[in-house]
């Protein structure tokens, strides 16, 4: 069992848990992430690490809800309990000194890339991030991306808060001004990330993309997440999840993770019929796995506390 220790609304329909999970936390880098199953016969969903605090021993995410597994993570608070957290999965991102270093970020992968912008700055980059979302309350985590960056820039699609437009006007713009970049990372939405991959590639400037394919096992075995780079397959969970956006095939990653999108809607609309029994459900679940665990726990003690006493005796 995973204790959140923190649990936090980040914006419209995204939330903050904090987790103590001292081992990943203690190993995790910059564009690492877990595989987490909330409870027992639960869907397994990959999340990347956005920090970490080895000292406490506690690791932080961020969930934008799109479907049931997230939907029922994002109605859990602090206290409440996740079956398995296993990590960290995957390729660190590839820190070095580039140069001049862009971040574009669209929703939920602001919180993805805040770990990359800050290890890209602490490699002496200078470091840009644009970070767009539909509107003024899906705006996340402003002070971080600040704080993680030389230059700024926040964009909303509807004009509600910073400036109006998509993150690809503003990348243009910098570009267009004749700025030179010689390193970008986009993690966002798959369109996003294409549409960033068209205005780098006839510059010839290295992009990343962080590909969110469906994940299973998390080991290169089950092949749920095979993507196509150029004509090779690779496997996001271990060959990624960053690629070079200028091998990507787009389309097959968007097929690929339409595939179940009839059985997730269905299992979404059951799931909202049912929201308050299935978080009921989980939380005995947890309450009964601590008695049983602590059970245990007193059971192997006082075996252990009899059996020192045997030697003490022999
Ligand atoms: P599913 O049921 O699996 O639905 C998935 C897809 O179906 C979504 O794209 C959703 O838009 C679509 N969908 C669902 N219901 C509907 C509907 N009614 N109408 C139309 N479309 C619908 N996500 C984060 O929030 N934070 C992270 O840090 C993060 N890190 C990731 C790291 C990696 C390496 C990868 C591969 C993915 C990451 N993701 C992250 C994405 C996250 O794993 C998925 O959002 C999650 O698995 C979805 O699970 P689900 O059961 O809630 O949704
Ligand atoms: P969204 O549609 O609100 O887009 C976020 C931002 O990305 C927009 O504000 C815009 O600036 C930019 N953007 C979107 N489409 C663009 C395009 N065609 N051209 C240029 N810029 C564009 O995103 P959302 O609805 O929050 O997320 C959609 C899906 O993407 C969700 O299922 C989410 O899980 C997934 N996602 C995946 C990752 C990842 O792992 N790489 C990161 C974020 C979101
Ligand atoms: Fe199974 Fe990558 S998730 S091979």
């Known amino acids: 069992m995973f204790r959140i220790v923190e649990a936090r609304t980040a914006g419209l329909n995204i939330r903050q848990y904090t987790i ?16 987490l199953r909330v409870k027992e016969n639960g869907e397994r969903i990959p999340l990347t690490i956005k920090s970490a605090d080895p000292a406490a021993g506690t690791i932080t995410i961020v969930v934008q809800t799109v479907g049931k597994t997230t939907s029922l993570l994002n109605c859990l608070e602090t206290g409440d309990a996740i079956l398995d957290v296993v990590g960290p999965l995957g390729r ?22 805040l770990p990359t912008a800050r290890a890209l700055m ?3 980059n200078h470091v840009i991030f644009i970070e767009g979302a539909r509107s003024r309350e899906m705006v996340i985590f402003e002070d971080e991306v ?6 700024a820039y926040i964009l909303t699609d509807d004009g509600s808060y910073g400036e109006h437009g998509l993150v690809t006007k503003k990348l243009e713009e910098i570009l267009t001004a004749g700025r030179k970049l010689d390193f970008v990372l986009a993690v966002g939405p798959v369109p996003m990330m294409r549409a960033v991959a068209r205005v780098t590639a006839p510059l010839g400037i290295k992009t990343m993309v962080s590909l969110n394919s469906i994940m299973v096992d998390g080991t290169g075995m ?3 997440c095979r993507v196509l780079l150029g004509n090779q397959s690779k496997f996001a969970c271990v060959d990624g999840p960053e690629f070079d956006a200028s ?18 809607c269905q299992s979404l609309k059951a799931f909202d019929q049912h ?4 978080l009921a459900q989980h939380r005995a679940a947890v309450a009964t796995k601590e008695k049983e ?5 007193a059971k192997l003690e006082k075996q252990g506390l009899e059996a020192q006493g045997e030697t003490h005796h022999v």
């Open 293 to 297: 665990t602590a059970q245990l726990r």
């Open 247 to 264: 091998l990507v095939n787009f389309d097959v990653l968007m097929q690929r993770n339409a595939m179940y999108r009839g059985q997730e």
């Open 222 to 224: 089950c092949g749920g």
């Open 122 to 124: 602490d490699a002496d």
């Open 146 to 151: 600040r704080a993680a960056s030389h230059e």
């Open 275 to 278: 929201r308050a029994e299935e």
């Open 92 to 113: 660190p991102s590839e820190i070095k000194k580039y140069g001049t270093a862009a971040i574009v970020a669209g929703s939920v992968g602001t919180a993805m890339a």
């Open 20 to 35: 103590a999970a001292p081992r990943i936390a203690r190993k995790q880098r910059p564009g690492q992430f877990v595989i």
